[in-house]
C-alpha cells in the first residue's frame, strides 16, 4: 500500500509526529545521563521507575478514552499536554531557573501524556486501514520514528549541552503545532457508537465499567502470555535509553573510532552513545519494511521467539566489551531483534481485538511498553549493587524466558485446536 493511497488523517500524522519525534530525539537519550549526574544513579533509577507507574495507569485510561471519547480528542489533547510540559520543562533549564526536580516532574508528565497518545493512535491506524496492510503501515510509522532516531541525537550531540534551554522550547511549540495540526486537518475515526459520552449515574461508573472492560480483556489467556513476555523482553531493549548511555559514559574513554592519515577521531561516552543511537535509528530506518515484508513468510511463533533470543544475544555482547567497535557490533544485533517484529506487534494486536474495544486493546498491549519501562530503570542501581557483568547477564535471562512465554502463547491455541 503507497503512502499516496492512505487515508489524509494518516498522511497528516505522519508528517505531524515526524516532526515533533526529531526534536524531541534532540535531547531525550541525554536525559538519563543529565538524571544520573543530578540526583546518583541509585536515586535517578527509583525515580524513573516511579514516573513509569504512572504512565501505565495514563495508557489504560487513554485506552477507555479512545474507545469511549474518540481518538481525535484524545490526540490533539495529549499532544497539547505534552507542549505544555515542554515548556515548563525549559523554564526549569533556563538561564532563570535551574531545577532538576521541576524538570524530572515536567518529564514525568510527558511520559503521561504520550500514554494518552499511543492507544488513539494505533487504534486510528487499524480503523482506516485494512487488515491485509497493517503491518506495512505500522512499519513506515516505526521507519519514521526511527529515521528521527539517527537525525535527533546527531543534532542532539551538536547543540543538547549548549542549548537545551532552546530545545525545549521547540519542543513544546512543535507539540502545540501537531495538536493545532490534528484538530484542523483530521477526522474521528472510532466506530460511532463505542464513543459516546459516559453515561449518566454515580461519577464513579465509568471507572467500574472500564475496570470490567479490562477485565474481560485479561481473561484472554493468549494475549494476557503476549503482554508478560513483551514486557519481560522490554527489559533488554528499553535499556537502549538507560542502561546502554550510563555504561557508554562510565567505559568508553577516549577511544579511537578511526584514522585517515594522520588525523584521527576519538570518542568518549557521550558521543558513544550517540553513534550507538544513531546506528540504532540508521538500521531501522533503512531496513524495517524490508524486514517486515521478509518476516510474514514466517510462522509468527517463530519470528516472536527469535526476536527475543536476538536481545538476549546482543544484551550478553554489550556486557562483553567495552571497545566501541565491538559495542556497534552488538548494537547491529541488537537492532535485528526490534525489527524482527516492528510491523507484526501491531498486526497481531490489531487482528485479535475487536473493531469497539481496539483503543482498549491496544492500551493493553502496551503494557508491554509501559510496565516494561517502569521495571528496566532498576538496571540502572542494579550496576551499583551487584556490577555490570551481572546485570547484564540477569537481563538477557528474562529475554529467554520471553521466548519461552512466546512460544508457549503460540502452543495453548493449537492445544485447543487439538483438544
Not at 196 to 222: C, N, P
Not at 278 to 298: C, D, P, R
Not at 325 to 333: N, P, S
Amino acid at each position: 500500500m503507497r503512502i499516496r493511497d492512505w487515508d489524509k488523517n494518516l498522511k497528516v500524522r505522519l508528517f505531524g509526529e515526524a516532526l515533533m519525534n526529531i526534536t524531541f530525539w534532540m535531547f531525550f537519550p541525554f536525559l538519563t545521563i543529565y538524571f544520573a549526574d543530578e540526583f546518583g544513579k541509585d536515586k535517578a533509577g527509583l525515580l524513573l521507575i516511579f514516573s513509569q507507574v504512572f504512565s501505565v495507569f495514563a495508557n489504560l485510561m487513554g485506552g477507555y478514552s479512545a474507545d469511549r471519547f474518540g481518538r481525535k480528542r484524545m490526540m490533539v489533547l495529549s499532544a497539547f499536554g505534552q507542549g505544555v510540559s515542554f515548556l515548563v520543562f525549559a523554564f526549569a533549564s533556563s538561564p532563570w531557573l535551574d531545577s532538576p526536580v521541576l524538570g524530572f516532574v515536567c518529564f514525568a508528565l510527558v511520559g503521561i501524556f504520550s500514554s494518552f497518545y499511543w492507544p488513539a493512535s494505533q487504534a486510528m491506524v487499524a480503523d482506516v486501514v485494512d487488515e491485509k496492510d497493517r503491518s506495512h503501515v505500522f512499519a513506515i510509522f516505526y521507519t519514521s520514528i526511527n529515521i528521527a532516531v539517527v537525525v535527533g541525537p546527531i543534532l542532539g550531540a551538536i547543540f543538547y549541552v549548549h542549548y537545551r534551554f532552546q530545545l525545549l522550547i521547540a519542543a513544546g511549540l512543535i507539540c502545540m503545532l501537531l495538536a493545532l495540526i490534528l484538530g484542523k486537518w483530521t477526522r474521528e475515526t472510532a466506530p460511532q457508537q463505542s464513543y459516546v459520552l459516559s453515561e449518566k449515574g454515580k461519577w464513579y461508573s465509568f471507572l467500574l465499567k472500564q475496570v470490567k472492560d479490562y477485565g474481560i480483556i485479561f481473561r484472554d489467556k493468549t494475549f494476557l502470555l503476549f503482554i508478560t513476555a513483551g514486557i519481560l523482553a522490554a527489559q533488554t531493549f528499553m535499556q537502549l535509553d538507560l542502561l546502554i548511555p550510563v555504561y557508554t559514559n562510565d567505559f568508553v574513554k577516549n577511544q579511537q573510532l578511526f584514522k585517515w592519515g594522520e588525523w584521527s577521531f576519538h570518542v568518549h561516552g557521550e558521543q558513544a552513545f550517540g553513534i550507538l543511537l544513531s546506528e540504532n535509528g540508521f538500521l531501522v530506518a533503512l531496513f524495517t519494511v524490508s524486514v517486515t515484508k521478509m518476516m510474514l513468510k514466517y510462522k509468527e511463533r517463530n519470528v516472536f521467539i527469535l526476536s527475543s533470543l536476538t536481545y538476549a544475544a546482543a544484551i550478553i555482547m554489550f556486557g562483553q566489551t567495552q571497545w566501541i567497535w565491538g559495542l556497534i557490533l552488538a548494537m547491529a544485533v541488537f537492532t535485528l531483534g526490534e525489527l524482527m517484529t516492528a510491523g507484526l506487534q501491531q498486526s497481531f494486536v490489531s487482528k485479535i481485538a475487536p473493531e469497539q474495544m481496539r483503543g482498549q486493546y491496544f492500551a493493553a498491549a502496551s503494557l508491554r511498553f509501559t510496565i516494561g519501562k517502569t521495571i528496566a530503570p532498576i538496571s540502572i542501581p542494579l550496576t551499583v549493587w551487584i556490577g555490570y557483568d551481572w546485570t547484564f547477564i540477569i537481563l538477557a535471562l528474562l529475554a529467554v524466558l520471553s521466548s519461552f512465554l512466546y512460544w508457549l502463547m503460540f502452543a495453548l491455541p493449537e492445544k485447543s485446536r487439538d483438544n
